[in-house]
Nanobody, 127 residues
Framework: QVRLVESGGGLVQAGGSLRLSCAAS????????MGWFRQAPGKERDCAAA????????YYAASVKGRFTIVRDDAKNTVYLQMNSLKPEDTAIYYC????????????????????WGQGTQVTVSS
């Protein structure tokens, strides 16, 4: 069982930055693939960024590539999402998610592939 708690959301002007944090409970954090998903009103929950259990693979949605960075600190059981050059279209609830690696090297990108979810944190970017 993994419990995830996000923090760091808020209101920021376009062009600004935010860093989201996701603190995980449990002693097996280093074996989990981690993802940051986001959901805007009326839209599906999509993967913005993901990182493999080893940290060796990362994924970024085309809309955030070059602006967002996902990193993990296994010593702190925490995964971060650094968001720079924010745009109004980045406004959404951001969710942290975790799933076991299942012995696979593939990085899961679908929300249905993740077993554990945080409560979400609101990010609002004003124009």
């Amino acid at each position: 069982q993994v419990r995830l708690v996000e923090s760091g959301g808020g209101l920021v002007q376009a062009g600004g930055s935010l860093r989201l944090s996701c603190a995980a409970s449990g002693r097996t954090f280093s074996s989990y693939n981690m993802g940051w998903f986001r959901q805007a009103p009326g839209k599906e929950r999509d993967c913005a960024a993901a990182i493999s259990w080893s940290g060796g693979s990362t994924y970024y949605a085309a809309s955030v590539k070059g602006r967002f960075t996902i990193v993990r600190d296994d010593a702190k059981n925490t995964v971060y999402l650094q968001m720079n050059s924010l745009k109004p279209e980045d406004t959404a609830i951001y969710y942290c998610a975790a799933t076991g690696n299942g012995g696979s090297s593939l990085l899961p990108l679908g929300a249905f592939q993740y077993n554990y979810w945080g409560q979400g944190t609101q990010v609002t970017v004003s124009s």
